[in-house]
């Protein structure tokens, strides 16, 4: 397993539409799109790095919870307000880096990949593991 990068940063947002304004008007950050994750009831709105890259390791993901629906984000919000919600790194091969988890005994909230927003695959692991951070591991994939 090889980390590639930094994927993105999540930020759950109190006003969404707001945090996005922010990003596409002030920073000029390119959208590179919005996407229901049903499986976990949250709209994701993606921005990249100025160079326009939707590939970039500097995209900057808006979290919001699915209107009426309880999920994860609207938990988030409740307890913590916003901010930011999680670190995602980029991974080569998802099973892989699960499987060093494993390994090591490291906690995981995805005991298998799931897949994410923007054709992604992913696996979440435990704050308690990373001293609080909650990690998200993600592989592109391409199709």
């Given at each position: 397993?090889?980390?590639?990068?930094?994927?993105?940063?999540?930020?759950?947002?109190?006003?969404?539409?707001?945090?996005?304004?922010?990003?596409?008007?002030?920073?000029?950050?390119?959208?590179?799109?919005?996407?229901?994750?049903?499986?976990?009831?949250?709209?994701?709105?993606?921005?990249?790095?100025?160079?326009?890259?939707?590939?970039?390791?500097?995209?900057?993901?808006?979290?919001?919870?699915?209107?009426?629906?309880?999920?994860?984000?609207?938990k988030y919000l409740e307890i913590r307000g916003g901010g930011i919600h999680h670190?995602?790194?980029?991974?080569?091969?998802?099973?892989?880096?699960?499987?060093?988890m494993k390994e090591h005994q490291i906690q995981m909230i995805d005991e298998v990949?799931?897949?994410?927003?923007?054709?992604?695959?992913?696996?979440?692991?435990?704050?308690?593991?990373?001293?609080?951070?909650?990690?998200?591991?993600?592989?592109?994939?391409?199709?």
């Amino acid at each position: 397993m090889k980390i590639l990068g930094i994927s993105h940063i999540g930020i759950a947002a109190k006003d969404p539409g707001r945090a996005a304004w922010f990003f596409k008007e002030v920073l000029d950050l390119p959208w590179h799109g919005d996407e229901l994750v049903k499986e976990q009831k949250t709209n994701t709105m993606m921005f990249g790095s100025a160079n326009g890259a939707a590939t970039s390791d500097s995209r900057l993901e808006i979290l919001e919870n699915e209107e009426g629906q309880d999920g994860p984000i609207k938990k988030y919000l409740e307890i913590r307000g916003g901010g930011i919600h999680h670190l995602a790194l980029q991974v080569d091969d998802i099973e892989l880096a699960i499987a060093k988890m494993k390994e090591h005994q490291i906690q995981m909230i995805d005991e298998v990949p799931r897949g994410g927003a923007h054709k992604t695959r992913i696996a979440f692991v435990h704050p308690r593991a990373t001293g609080g951070i909650l990690l998200e591991l993600v592989q592109e994939t391409h199709g």
